[in-house]
């Protein structure tokens, strides 16, 4: 694995400075936005949470600030990780799908991310649409053989209930869509190679 160094925006603690840096690689546009990623002891039916400063929402969009806290110890279903025992592309693809949340985050003025945490919270079809909007994020960077690993670590490890796998099947991209995407992508990518 590639270090990429973190730059004076970006804090991480130690122990997972080198994926946070491999993740953020990914998203140039993230280089001047102040990211915190920081440990929680617990958060509420989560793993990860990318979430606007607080303060910072009453400033312009251009000066937010940003944080993705990160369980200490990841619950899945009836099994708990540490962080030190999730593979480090696993982590990556989760911290990757956090920094997609960001980039639309960044595109929302402070009112509609008020109402966005409302409607995360209490709305099952929305909580599937930002989701789903975060991986997109993520594959549109770049980053869907990390999305993938992450996927194929949760759907198919066998000390994960059945009931876990079935709410990430719901709210998440499948597989298959990511490679769908991946495919519009490249073909994209060839289109405007021709013009």
Same mark, same amino acid.
């Given at each position: 694995?590639?270090?990429? @160094?973190?730059? +004076?925006?970006?804090?991480? @603690? &130690?122990?997972?400075?080198?994926?946070?840096?491999?993740?953020?690689?990914?998203?140039?546009?993230?280089?001047?936005?102040?990211?915190?990623? =920081?440990?929680? *002891? =617990? $958060? /509420? *039916? +989560?793993? %990860?949470?990318?979430? @606007?400063?607080?303060?910072?929402? #009453?400033?312009? *969009?251009?000066? /937010?600030?940003?944080?993705?806290? $990160?369980?200490? =110890?990841?619950?899945?279903?009836?099994?708990? #990780?540490?962080? &030190?025992?999730? @593979?480090?592309?696993?982590?990556?693809?989760?911290?990757?799908?956090?920094?997609?949340?960001?980039?639309?985050? /960044? !595109?929302?003025?402070?009112?509609?991310?008020?109402?966005?945490?409302?409607?995360?919270?209490? +709305?099952?079809?929305?909580?599937?649409?930002?989701? /789903?909007?975060?991986? +997109?994020?993520?594959?549109?960077?770049?980053?869907?053989?990390?999305?993938? *690993?992450? =996927?194929?670590? $949760?759907?198919? !490890?066998?000390?994960?209930?059945? !009931?876990?796998?079935?709410? $990430?099947?719901?709210?998440?991209?499948?597989?298959?869509?990511? %490679?769908?995407?991946?495919?519009?992508?490249? !073909?994209?990518?060839?289109?405007?190679?021709?013009?």
């Amino acid at each position: 694995m590639i270090q990429i @160094p973190l730059n +004076s925006q970006h804090n991480a @603690p &130690e122990a997972i400075k080198k994926e946070a840096g491999t993740a953020l690689s990914f998203y140039p546009q993230l280089a001047d936005v102040p990211i915190t990623f =920081k440990f929680k *002891k =617990k $958060i /509420r *039916k +989560s793993t %990860m949470l990318a979430q @606007p400063d607080f303060w910072s929402l #009453f400033g312009s *969009k251009g000066k /937010r600030k940003y944080k993705i806290l $990160i369980s200490e =110890k990841i619950h899945i279903s009836d099994k708990e #990780f540490t962080t &030190e025992e999730i @593979p480090k592309d696993i982590l990556i693809g989760w911290l990757g799908h956090e920094l997609g949340h960001i980039m639309d985050y /960044r !595109n929302r003025s402070s009112l509609n991310l008020f109402w966005f945490a409302i409607k995360y919270t209490f +709305s099952g079809r929305y909580l599937m649409i930002a989701e /789903r909007a975060a991986d +997109s994020y993520a594959v549109d960077q770049g980053m869907e053989n990390y999305i993938l *690993k992450t =996927k194929d670590f $949760i759907l198919n !490890n066998a000390d994960i209930s059945e !009931n876990y796998k079935k709410k $990430i099947g719901k709210y998440y991209l499948s597989p298959k869509e990511i %490679m769908m995407l991946v495919e519009e992508r490249e !073909n994209k990518k060839k289109e405007e190679n021709v013009e």
